[in-house]
């Protein structure tokens, strides 16, 4: 079993050594490095034969079956005669001090698109923040960084959260229809970080906003947006 299991072709540049049942019922698969490959530097990219030191880590890998796996892998820290970088060596398969693989991030985004961050947590084991980053930067590196340029017509709405014992404010980019910004409360103090992440001239740039009139907000928005009518 263990030798058809050592020439897996899930981790690039490492072999099997032993696969290990833990007392919690997960697997813990035991990697060694593979002979035949050369260590690449993790700041270069470059071969590099001179090894510093030799460490382990325990990362989470996707399911087999119906157990958990972890992966303990041996990662060797390079003295790099290329860049003079003292660095851990590049994996293709894993990020320097990732705790889960890409494997596992790919199988996390894929969820995140689909189902709420608590059902993923519960499905995957993973910790809500851990999911929660992973959705972040998905986003952040398919939609950039939060850009108010060219925002000029908003809609900003509240709604209930908790069967209607609290309240959430959504602002909106009405020409573009993306949200911009959600906050928990609805009273003028809990929106104000939403102008002020707009900045000075970005309010300015305001030019309508639609919004219900019986609440607060439209005392906040007629301050914050002096070039805006409100609608
Ligand atoms: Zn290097």
């Excluded at 889960?100 to 189902?115: F, G, P």
């Excluded at 014992?165 to 970080?193: C, F, K």
Aim: with cysteine; aromatic share 6%; charged share 30%.
């Amino acid at each position: 079993m263990l030798n058809a299991m050592s020439s897996l072709p899930f981790w690039e540049g490492h072999i099997v050594d032993a696969v290990q049942e833990q007392e919690d019922g997960s697997l813990l698969i035991v990697l060694d490095t593979c002979p035949a490959s050369d260590a690449v530097c993790g700041a270069c990219r470059q071969p590099c034969a001179l090894i510093h030191e030799r460490r382990r880590h325990k990362v989470r890998d996707r399911d087999v079956l119906d157990r958990r796996v972890w992966l303990d892998v041996p990662v060797r820290r390079l003295d790099c005669h290329h860049c003079n970088a003292r660095v851990a060596e590049h994996i293709v398969w894993l990020d320097r001090r990732a705790r889960i693989t890409h494997r596992v991030r790919l199988w996390v985004e894929a969820l995140a698109q689909l189902l709420p961050i608590a059902h993923i947590a519960r499905l995957t084991g993973l910790h809500w923040h851990t999911i929660k980053d992973i959705d972040h930067r998905r986003l952040k590196h398919l939609h950039g960084d939060f850009s108010a340029q060219g925002v000029r017509r908003l809609v900003m709405d509240e709604f209930a959260l908790h069967k209607g014992h609290r309240y959430a404010t959504v602002a909106l980019d009405a020409e573009q229809m993306r949200v911009l910004w959600v906050g928990e409360g609805n009273s003028r103090e809990a929106i104000r970080p939403f102008f002020e992440m707009l900045g000075e001239e970005g309010c300015r740039r305001i030019e309508a906003v639609a919004m219900d009139m019986n609440t607060a907000m439209d005392l906040e928005v007629r301050q914050q947006c002096p070039n805006a009518e409100v609608v």
